[in-house]
């Protein structure tokens, strides 16, 4: 991960991001990993650390690796899991829910872990799914694992029919959940102000939002302390970690609003 923390916050790019946002009417936030970053979750184009470093995502986040080792794969989100429960939602995470306070904010983001929803936030589309949600490899059973719930590391058996459960995620080479690109690209055509936040606009089809929004007439403000392939198309640069961005430019508005 980019050491964000050590980026200092350029007030003018602040101050231009909240008077961009102060006269949009429609907003929508594309987040990635990047936003999850400060609660302790690692990014996807980070090495791995620990018992983990030794993989990549796409060694584990795949149909064919769970059906050459489930129990790793569990084992990894089990991991993950506990990652989330540990961190919680972050400063980004809640600057969001204040925003959406006095603004009309949609969320449409990459990131598997709820911490949107923990933070506050009620209008979110999930890209990739949900790391809490479990569904059967072989019936219609699903089930939602409980934050407390003791992570284990083993695979978790389906109560109907006791195949494997498999997390409710997308994985590599799986295609998005069509609701979810529906409502997500009725957001992006109706938005006339974008935040892309910690995300590096590679993978796609996701990343295709961003391009969409970047070659639309919605302005776009970035939120990462990398340049990314969209950086110079962008009207508004933060080059700082969300938990550092996003707080800041709440508070430009509050100073900037009396009537927030
Ligand atoms: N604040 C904001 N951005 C950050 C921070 C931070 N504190 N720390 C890192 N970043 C940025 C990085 O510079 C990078 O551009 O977040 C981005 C994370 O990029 P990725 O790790 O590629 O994550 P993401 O873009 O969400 O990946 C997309 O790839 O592996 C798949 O399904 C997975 O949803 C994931 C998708």
Known sequence: MTD?????LDSVAVDRAAELIAQATNIVVLSGAGISAESGIPTFREAQ?????RFSPADLASPEAFARDPARVWAWYHWR????????????????VSLAATQHLHIITQNVDGLHQAAGSASVTELHGNIWRERCSNCAHRRTARIAEAQGDA????????????????????HLPTRALATAEQAV?????????????????????????????????????????VSGDVDCCLRVSASLALPAIVAALDAGQPSR
């Open 155 to 174: 695979p978790v058996r389906c109560a109907d029919c006791g195949d494997l459960m498999r997390p409710d995620i997308v994985w590599f080479g799986e």
């Open 189 to 229: 055509a109706d938005a006339d102000c974008v935040l892309v936040i910690g995300t590096s606009n590679q993978v796609y089809p996701a990343a295709a939002f961003v391009d969409t929004v970047v070659a639309g007439k919605a302005t776009v403000i970035e939120i990462n302390p990398a340049r990314t392939p």
């Open 49 to 53: 650390t620990g018992l983990w470093a």
């Open 81 to 96: 899991r506990t990652l989330i429960a540990r961190g919680g939602p972050n400063a980004g995470h809640h600057a969001l």
């Open 4 to 8: 964000a923390t050590d980026a200092v």
